[in-house]
Each structure stands twice: as structure tokens, then as C-alpha cells.
């Protein structure tokens, strides 16, 4: 039985895979368990890392280390690719808003850990380990390691740095989801209610396509072809059906306009109000539903590879008098089918015609979810490698000694980010079903977790020897939640934010993918993801140069 003792306690290949295995099924089965009605999900695989390591289990630092990176990779790498559209997207409406309100979230530390500094005692190069524990931010604790190596700070050793870390980051990453409970209750927030303010909210907010039926009483517009009206609103419409003379037909551009036709358009809100000004009023009657109608509408998922990587007004194929494009859904996105878009696999269109052309139509994108089933995997692991060499690029910064990188977390996702929306035009698909995706994700969180557990458990008896470790415990509470109250109800009073926004916005100013995650089980959507990508970027650069500026300043 020696074999199987040595199985556990010795650190080898096998060992490493047995003890990853059990803590993360052992933080998972305690995930289940309510406290208080609350339940902290897969951050629990971090409290059982740290009880294993605390009882004298220890994994093979090179394996603990590459373990620990690649699932960090792989968590932020499929969150990119799936909240990509919709991260573009809310550039545009509230990007300023958000990067503001997350850059206070920073400053806001780093001036709590220098009044600590001053009335401590401590040295700044371990308050900025407890305050880069307290934002659960690794990077900005390799860059003051840097910093202290680089000038030859007398006195100070990195692993009184790495034992300050280690020792603030579980009760940081307790204490930024503590801090989202403690605004849901500050707010007095109902979730459901909160989940049907926010389809409401991109409803109205949205550029998603409409429909609706609009009777033709513009007499300018009798006897010219539908072409002046797309011609005349310049914006991209589709016209699905058209009821003439008695028959519901699917129109081409060249069809000439009779007075009392109904024309079913498609087009976003906005330009909806443009076109009942244009054409006329709103009809009460349902072309769709019509019994004198051989139209059919059917949803199709494009599986082809042929057909992707090439503008949908340049495929003659999809193209018939008989069948109309109404919308394509992507990644959670409706938009018009206009020529300009590029087709991606797992793009679902909307398709109105006759059966035997709906048919066709079928026949050449492909509907065939089993192509879906297996990602394609060469694309991804293109985009990491992509990831790591830009987190790995060194940013030289004036006045600054050592060079700043946005590391193995921040690399990654912003490629994801550009690949989700960008790489069709490079020919790589990133394609993944919600089920693989998830599957990448959390499999990356909670090996991450893991790793950082089982590397931290037996330095936090060490630091307890002489009552530093409890006071760096208290100041890094201070760290992490003071900056995270203040500017979540700032963000909710003066800058309207809805719980689910600030949830993502808050992680994402911690960097913090446990906190991540428990938001997105909480609210079971992917608001969160979306600000969290917003805020992620910048605050990843900001919290590695206040590291390095807090060491340069006041060594």
C-alpha cells in the first residue's frame, strides 16, 4: 500500500491531477450549500485549495503555475468570444461612463493603502502585495516584485510581498462578492425584477429589427418600384411580404407599388418611425398569418463553410425573387440581412418565401446543427497564442524603470474581444455553442481557483506567527471594500446603472473572475460579462502602474 501513499503525498503528474480533481469536486459539491440564503458558487474551489494546502498538500510549482495560468486563460478567452458583439456594442453607448467610474474604483485603493501606509508601519512594498491581494490583481504583484528587484530596495524581500498577497486574496475574493451582496440588499434589488427592467431595457434601447404592417398612402410613392423607398431612407430595410391586389407576395427591388398595398417592413425602431412617415400608417392586418398566403417564414443556422467569410449580397445561391432575408441573429444580436453583412457559422436568418425556395435556400447554408457540435479548435488556440504575445509585450512608460505588460489575462481577452467580432475577415472561425463555452469557462475558473488555493494555504499560518497577517487581513478588507461601496452607489445614483451592470462593472475594476462569475450566475445572463470586458482592459494597466508607482514614489 506504500504506492498508494506515495500516490497522494508525493508531488508527481498523477498526484497533481488527483488533487486538482478532488479539490475542485470537493468546492463544487460545497458550492451547493446556502449560508444565509447565499451561495458563493464555484469560489468555493478556492477555500477548498486553501484548506488542502493548510493540511501540508503541496503540487509541483512549475505544474501549480502553468495550471494556474492556462486556466485563467481559458476562463477569460471564452468570456471574450462570447460577450465580443455586445462589448462593441456598448462602446459606443456607455464606455466613458464605465472606465471613469472604474478608474475611481482603483484610485480609491491606492489612497487607502497609503494611509495605511503612513499609519502602519508597514513597508510600501508590502502594502502594495496587500493591496494587490485585495484586488485579486496578480499582475500589479509581479510588477512590484519588478519594481523592488529593479531598484534594489534595501530591506525588503518579494516574498514578504507574495506572503502579504497571498494572504489578502482569499478575504479579497470573499470580500468583492460580500460587497455585491451587500449593494443587491442597499438597493433592495429583486432580481427578477431587475432581469424584466433589462428586456425592457434593450428593447427600447436596441437596434434590433422590427416588424410591421404599413398601409401604402403616400401617392407620391404609387407606381414607382420598392427600390425609391430603400433608395429615399438610405438605411438598410427589408420589405418581407407585400398584400397586392388580394395576393401575399415576396417582393424584389424592381417591384412596381399599388395604391392600398400593405407592405410588411423589417427594420430597426428608429427607422420604423421614419418609414410610417414616409409610407403610411400601420395596418391592423397580420400578413403572416394570412390563410390565402403560401409564404412561409422559417429560422435557418448557417453550418456551411462556403458560404461565411463572403458579403451575403455577393452569394447569387441565396439569392431568389421567391425568398426574402428578413434578420440574422448573432451571438445574441438581431440586425437587418443587408448585402454588407459577412455571414458566420452559427448565424441564424430569418428566411420568408415559398416552401421550395425556403427549401434551397436550406440546402445551401446548411441547418445542420451537427457541424456545430464539434468547434472548430485550430482558430482558438490561434487566438490564445495571439493573447500571450501581446499580454506579453512590454510597454515602456517614461519615468517609469521597468516596462508594463497587460499580461496573461488581459492579452487574451482583448484578442477574444477583437476574434469575436473580427475574425471572419481573417478567415478564422471562432464559432462555439453556449454548452462548449461554457464548459471552457468554467473548467478555466475553477482550475485557476484551484491553483491559487493550494499555493496559499500553508504560507497563511507563517504570516499569522506575529499578528501581521491579521492586520494585513483588515487593511486589505478596507482595500477592497470601501472603493467598491462607494463607487457602486455612486454608479447607482448619479450614473443610473442597473445592479447587473454594476455587478460586472465592480469584478471587472478587481479584475476578479470568481466575482465574475458568481455575478453571472446570480443574474443567468450575460450583462455582467459585457462590463466587466468594458472596465477590464484599462483597469488592468492602471492597477499594473500603480504598483510600480507606489513602490517608485515612496521607496
Known amino acids: 500500500m506504500n504506492w498508494f501513499t506515495q500516490l497522494f503525498t508525493q508531488p508527481s503528474v498523477a498526484q497533481a491531477a488527483i488533487m486538482y480533481s478532488l479539490v475542485i469536486a470537493s468546492g463544487i459539491v460545497l458550492g451547493k450549500v446556502k449560508i444565509f440564503g447565499i451561495s458563493f458558487g464555484i469560489t468555493w474551489v478556492l477555500f477548498a485549495g486553501l484548506i488542502f494546502s493548510y493540511f501540508g498538500i503541496t503540487i509541483e510549482k512549475e505544474t501549480e503555475h502553468f495550471v494556474k495560468e492556462f486556466g485563467l486563460i481559458l476562463f477569460v478567452y471564452a468570456i471574450g468570444l462570447q460577450v465580443g458583439p455586445g462589448f462593441f456594442s456598448s462602446l459606443k453607448k456607455n464606455a466613458l461612463g464605465n472606465n471613469i467610474l472604474a478608474a475611481s474604483v482603483v484610485l480609491l485603493g491606492v489612497i487607502i493603502t497609503i494611509i495605511f501606509y503612513y499609519t ?316 462548449a463555452n461554457h464548459i471552457v469557462r468554467e473548467l478555466g475558473i475553477a482550475l485557476f481557483l484551484a491553483s491559487v488555493g493550494l499555493s496559499s494555504g500553508h504560507n497563511l499560518s507563517s504570516a499569522f506567527h506575529d499578528g501581521s497577517g491579521y492586520r494585513w487581513i483588515l487593511m486589505g478588507i478596507a482595500i477592497t471594500t470601501v472603493p467598491l461601496l462607494i463607487v457602486g452607489i455612486v454608479a447607482r445614483k448619479f450614473f443610473r446603472k442597473t445592479y447587473f451592470e454594476i455587478c460586472g462593472l465592480l469584478a471587472g475594476s478587481c479584475t476578479d473572475p470568481p466575482a465574475l462569475a458568481f455575478s453571472l450566475k446570480m443574474a443567468g445572463n450575460d450583462i455582467p460579462s459585457a462590463t466587466y470586458a468594458t472596465v477590464y482592459p484599462l483597469t488592468m494597466i492602471l492597477r499594473i502602474l500603480a504598483a510600480q508607482l507606489l513602490i517608485l514614489c515612496f521607496t
Not at 390563410?291 to 439569392?319: A, D, F, M, Q
Open 120 to 435: 502602519s508601519g508597514n513597508h510600501i512594498s508590502v502594502m502594495t502585495g496587500v493591496m494587490s491581494g485585495a484586488v485579486t490583481n496578480t499582475p500589479s504583484l509581479a510588477a512590484a516584485q519588478a519594481a523592488v528587484k529593479d531598484l534594489n530596495v534595501a530591506g525588503v524581500e518579494t516574498t514578504t510581498i507574495t506572503l502579504a498577497y497571498a494572504v489578502a486574496y482569499p478575504f479579497a475574493v470573499l470580500g468583492i462578492i460580500l460587497s455585491l451582496v451587500l449593494l443587491k440588499k442597499i438597493f433592495r434589488v429583486n432580481l427578477e425584477d431587475e432581469k424584466e427592467f433589462h428586456r425592457k431595457l434593450n428593447f427600447f434601447q436596441s437596434n434590433r429589427p422590427l416588424s410591421m404592417p404599413i398601409t401604402l398612402e403616400n401617392k407620391q410613392l404609387i407606381g414607382q418600384p420598392i427600390r425609391k423607398i430603400f433608395a429615399m431612407l438610405n438605411e438598410p430595410i427589408i420589405i418581407s411580404r407585400i398584400l397586392h391586389q388580394g395576393a401575399i407576395i415576396t417582393p424584389t427591388p424592381d417591384f412596381v407599388l399599388a395604391e392600398k398595398d400593405v407592405l410588411h417592413f423589417v427594420a430597426p425602431k428608429k427607422t420604423m418611425d421614419q418609414i410610417k412617415i414616409l409610407v403610411g400608417k400601420e395596418s391592423s392586418m397580420n400578413l403572416k398569418d394570412e390563410p390565402s398566403s403560401n409564404l412561409i417564414s422559417r429560422e435557418i443556422i448557417v453550418t456551411r463553410k462556403e458560404v461565411t467569410h463572403r458579403r451575403l449580397g455577393s452569394i447569387p445561391e441565396l439569392h431568389h425573387e421567391a425568398l426574402t432575408l428578413t434578420r440574422i441573429k448573432r451571438a445574441g444580436i438581431e440586425m437587418v440581412a443587408h448585402g454588407n453583412i459577412f455571414l458566420q457559422l452559427g448565424d441564424t436568418i430569418t428566411v420568408v418565401g415559398k416552401e421550395e425556395s425556403v427549401k434551397g435556400f436550406t440546402e445551401v447554408v446548411g441547418n445542420s446543427l451537427k457541424r456545430l457540435d464539434a468547434p472548430d479548435l485550430g482558430p482558438i488556440f490561434f487566438g490564445i497564442v495571439l493573447g500571450v504575445i501581446l499580454g506579453s509585450i512590454p510597454f515602456y512608460i517614461p519615468s517609469v524603470p521597468v516596462p508594463v505588460k497587460i499580461g496573461l489575462a488581459g492579452g487574451p481577452l482583448i484578442i477574444a474581444l477583437l476574434l469575436s467580432r473580427y475574425g471572419n475577415h481573417l478567415y478564422l472561425n471562432n464559432f462555439t455553442t453556449n454548452s
